[in-house]
């Protein structure tokens, strides 16, 4: 309510142009007082704007930073609804988050002052002319009537709006992930009309929200600009004695002048309110896009001791796309592949596995039928996460109490060695890209961290891809080893690996 320390302000402001032209009409002269009040005037709404927006970003601040503590960990690690796209998880921390704090920070205090400060401008105008408070409380009725019936179209459009973008920007970085093959294909064409077949709903979209902004603000204007010519025209008549009534208040050019000087500060909290109603569909939008992702999984019960896995009728479904059903049983220390073509679904069942997506039908559980422990589960992905730092500290993400000999230890199992050897040991320094690793080395990684977690149940993505036939042999070898002691699940389009397992589920 900071912004209310702004009526002040313009009353000061007003009664100091009143007095002056009060000073000037009787022929006084410049009056001192009346510039000391158009100063201080001046000066309060000044500090009362810059109050008020510190306030509220502050604010906005607060409400973003517990929207992030609960979104995050679901976006990076937690059971989805629904498989997305790198862009739109993108769009859900980042635009989204933006879209929450402009609303929290313009709309959220424009729609508290927009409540009580227009009957406080409205008391203060009666205070010199009850009539003139009376026609802009009267104008008020028919305005708030247009801005209801603007409003539920505009929270439509900004919804439509909000996940068109969120749409495109999953499309397209996905799409430039996808770049080479791609290329390899001679798909440009067909993605290119893909692109900007999103690309002219997202503006469709937009220019509809931009109509219905347009048509709430001229119904806005017209409505103040009618209260200000009502009172205009009141006072001027009423001075000049034109009334075709008997005058209702005795009226002198002070007070009629100070009433018609107030009369815009009445619709100017509606004004600041309008500005911002854009921010608050897209940030009510991004609340229930975010509400969706954060909605809660069903608990699981306490998981037990790994002792196995068993896949019972697994299926994953979203619109056109249907995986599964499937099932198989990995015991404590065995191996099984998924083997399958590209876009199978081999992939999308691992983060199944793992309690990333949710099934479309179908139950994951332990031998015994226990509910999987997510703490169970050690995953090495296609394209492992890197964060700047050193080559120790991102195979050490797996347990940040492993020891320097550990890390070496699982480094060297996993290949890593020459990369050790050629560029300054563990200490090499990588970005988030891992710029300098070929895809084999990020994947080696990836898998080090894995094995370093000491998790009973390893997933791998294509551990072998990317790799020479010496190396991928040795990582088979390796999986071999591990799987005496763990229960290993990796999918893969390698005939060696699939050789190497116990069971092949191909899909």
Known sequence: MTWLLDIPGAALFAAGIALAVSSLAAGEGPSWGAVALILAGGAIRAGAALLAHAVAIRAA???????????????????????????????????????????????RPARAASAAAPLLVAAIVACASWVSATILLVTLVPFALGMILAGSAARRAAERQLAALAGLSGLFVDRIRALP?????????????????????????TVAVLR??????????????????????????????????????????????????????????????????????????????????????????????????????????????????????????????LTGPTGS????????????????????????????????????????????????????????????????????QVGLDAVIAARGGLGLMLDHRGSGLSGGERRRIGLARALLSRRPLLLCDEPTADLDRASAAAIVALL???????????????????????????L
Not at 183 to 193: K, L, M, Q, S, Y
């Open 345 to 412: 679904g081999k992939s999308s069942l691992l983060a199944a596995i793992a309690g990333q997506v949710a099934p479309a039908g179908g139950a994951v559980t332990t031998a015994r039928g226990d509910a999987l422990d997510p703490a169970d589960i050690a995953w090495a992905a296609q394209t492992p996460l890197l964060l700047p730092g050193t080559l120790a500290e991102n195979i050490a993400l797996a347990r940040s109490d492993a020891t320097p000999e550990e890390i070496a230890r699982v480094a060297g």
């Open 61 to 107: 601040q607060r409400v973003v930073a517990g929207w992030r503590a609960r979104i995050f960990p679901r976006l990076l690690a937690g059971r989805l609804p629904r498989p997305l796209l790198a862009g739109e998880s993108a769009a859900l921390a980042i635009d989204h988050m933006v879209a929450i704090e402009a609303c929290e920070a313009r709309f």
């Open 181 to 205: 093959i791609i290329r390899h294909f001679g798909a440009e064409d067909r993605i290119a009309r893909q692109v900007a077949a999103a690309t002219r709903e997202a503006a469709d979209r």
């Open 212 to 337: 219905v902004a347009f048509l709430s603000g001229a119904v806005l204007e017209f409505f103040a600009a009618l209260s200000v010519a009502l009172v205009a025209v009141y006072c001027g008549f009423a001075l000049l004695g034109l009334l075709p009534f008997p005058p209702p208040e005795k009226l002198s050019l002070g007070h009629a002048f100070f009433a018609l000087a107030m009369a815009p500060e009445f619709y100017l909290p509606m004004r600041r309110l309008a500005a911002a109603y854009h921010e608050k569909q897209l940030g009510n939008a991004a609340m229930a896009a975010l509400a969706d992702v954060e909605a809660p999984a069903p608990a699981p019960p306490a998981a037990a001791r790994f002792d196995g896995l068993r896949v019972v009728q697994l299926a994953i479904a979203w619109p056109g796309l249907r995986i599964g059903p499937i099932g198989f049983e990995l015991a404590s220390a065995d191996l099984v592949a």
């Open 480 to 506: 071999r080893e591990v799987a005496a002691e763990r229960a290993v699940l990796v999918a893969t389009h390698d005939p060696a690996l699939a050789a190497a397992a116990r069971l092949v589920v191909a």
